[in-house]
């Protein structure tokens, strides 16, 4: 199973961006599918998790800015990321959980939010 992630960039404060991460390989079926984000020198923290059922979890730094979203047939989670500040600038990494066995975790993709 592989992760495939992507839409990060450049992006100025008070914008916009969308993250999506694609499941591809055998999959029989996932569970929690999220996002973890890593800025230099710290450690990694949830930003944001969906069930296969769509309840979510967020971390307190992104509530009303960011949105998880999953299509559960693309096997493909989302991160909608709005008003973005400076702090969100950091590495960001999907990851999915399947009914047994270890995580999925895919390559990071950067988000920098500058003027």
């Known amino acids: 199973v592989q992760l495939q992630a992507s839409g990060g960039g450049l992006v100025q404060p008070g914008g916009s961006l969308r993250l999506s991460c694609a499941a591809t390989?055998?999959?029989?079926?996932?569970?929690?599918m999220g996002w973890y984000r890593q800025a230099p020198g710290k450690q990694r923290d949830l930003v944001a998790a969906?069930?296969?059922?769509?309840?979510?979890n967020y971390a307190d730094s992104v509530k009303g800015r960011f949105t998880i979203s999953r299509d559960n047939a693309k096997n493909t989670v989302y991160l909608q990321m709005n008003d973005v500040k400076p702090e969100d600038t950091a590495l960001y990494y999907c990851?999915?959980?399947?009914?047994?066995?270890?995580?999925?975790w895919g390559k990071g993709t950067q988000v920098t939010v500058s003027s």
């Open positions: 990851y999915a959980d399947p009914p047994w066995g270890s995580r999925y």
């Open positions: 390989g055998s999959i029989f079926s996932i569970n929690t």
């Open positions: 969906i069930t296969s059922g769509g309840s979510t």
